[in-house]
């Protein structure tokens, strides 16, 4: 059976962690804010809804490769960068990992709006 309060803390735990990320992470906080941004350009621009979706999604999922960046940091933080060198490949590994994200979101955002620009200066 579910437990109604195990389900609400197990919430409330997840949002701290948010909340810790986003307090603990400039980047983090960057990123939310453009999502935000590239959201509400997706509603001006009433883009069609698959267009939309691909936005949604593109926004998630570097969120999401940061939230992973910084566990995978914290945790690499555990062994102390001078006992291991692969701990420093592994951020290395991981801060590449949400380049590559950033970057081809952008790409991708770039193809979708670039049409919906060039209207609105026409």
């Known amino acids: 059976m579910v437990s109604l309060r ?19 992470e400039q980047n983090f906080r960057i990123q939310v804010a453009v999502g935000f941004i590239v959201f509400a350009l997706a509603l001006f621009f009433q883009l069609k809804n698959w267009e939309v979706i691909l936005i949604v999604l593109l926004i998630l999922i570097v969120w999401l490769i940061e939230i992973l960046n910084t566990a995978f940091e914290y945790f690499s933080d555990l062994f102390k960068p001078r006992l291991h060198h692969y ?30 620009f060039m209207n609105l200066f026409r």
Request: hydrophobic share 60%.
């Open 6 to 24: 195990r389900l609400l803390k197990s919430f409330s735990h997840a949002g701290q962690g948010l909340a810790y990320v986003f307090k603990s």
């Open 87 to 116: 701990v420093h490949m592994v951020k290395d590994i991981m801060a590449g990992a949400v380049l590559l994200t950033s970057v081809v979101a952008l790409i991708i955002g770039a193809i979708i709006f670039w049409p919906h």
